[in-house]
C-alpha cells in the first residue's frame, strides 16, 4: 500500500478490525519512512454479480453506484458513512443469499428503501422518489402519507 504523503510502499499495520457483517477489514496504517499514518479498507470481491434492469438490459452489479445513490440520498441527513456502506453490506448479502448471479433492480432498490425506511425517513423518501419514478405530486404525498401512518 503506498503512503498517501510520501507514496513509500513500506508501512506496518497497527490496528486491524473487522465489520460487523465481516465482508470488509479496516487497517490503520503507518509509513516507516515519513510516519504518516493513514487508514485502508479491505472488501470482499464479488464477482459475476449481474443487474437485470426494469427494461431487460443486463449490466454488471456497480457496489460504488449502489453507495452513490444511497449516499445522495441521505445528504445532510444524520447518516454517516459508515451506516452507508453498513447498508449496502446489509443489501449485497441478502441479495447474494435470495439470488444466485442475476438480481433484478428492483429486489436491489426494494431491499435499500426497507433499509432506509428504519434509518431516516427523509431519506427513504429521496431514494423512494427516484426509484419508484413518481409521475406527479400526488404519488409523492401519497407516499408520504403511507409512511406517516405505518409511523403511528
Known amino acids: 500500500m503506498r503512503c498517501p504523503k ?3 510502499i513500506e508501512d506496518k499495520v497497527i490496528d486491524s478490525r473487522i ?3 465481516g465482508s470488509t477489514i479496516r487497517r490503520r496504517r503507518e509509513c516507516l519512512e515519513c510516519n504518516h499514518r ?3 479498507t479491505e472488501t ?3 464477482e459475476g454479480l449481474v443487474v ?5 438490459r443486463r449490466e454488471d ?3 460504488e453506484k449502489l453507495i452513490r445513490a444511497t449516499r445522495a440520498a441521505c445528504h445532510k441527513r444524520p447518516v454517516d458513512a459508515e451506516q452507508i456502506s453498513m447498508l449496502v453490506e446489509d443489501v449485497i448479502d441478502i441479495l447474494e443469499a435470495q439470488y444466485d448471479h442475476q438480481i433484478p433492480s428492483r429486489a436491489i432498490g426494494d ?3 426497507e433499509r432506509l425506511r428504519k434509518m431516516d425517513q ?3 423518501v429521496r431514494f423512494a422518489s427516484i426509484y419508484k419514478q413518481f409521475r406527479d405530486v400526488t404519488e409523492f404525498v401519497d407516499e408520504i402519507s403511507a409512511l406517516g401512518r405505518e409511523g403511528k
Open 44 to 46: 470482499l470481491v464479488r
Open 19 to 21: 465489520s460487523k457483517e
Open 52 to 56: 437485470i434492469k426494469r427494461d431487460g
Open 122 to 124: 427523509v431519506a427513504y
Open 61 to 63: 452489479f456497480d457496489r
Open 6 to 8: 510520501c507514496t513509500s
Open 111 to 113: 431491499a435499500v428503501m
Open 38 to 40: 493513514f487508514t485502508t
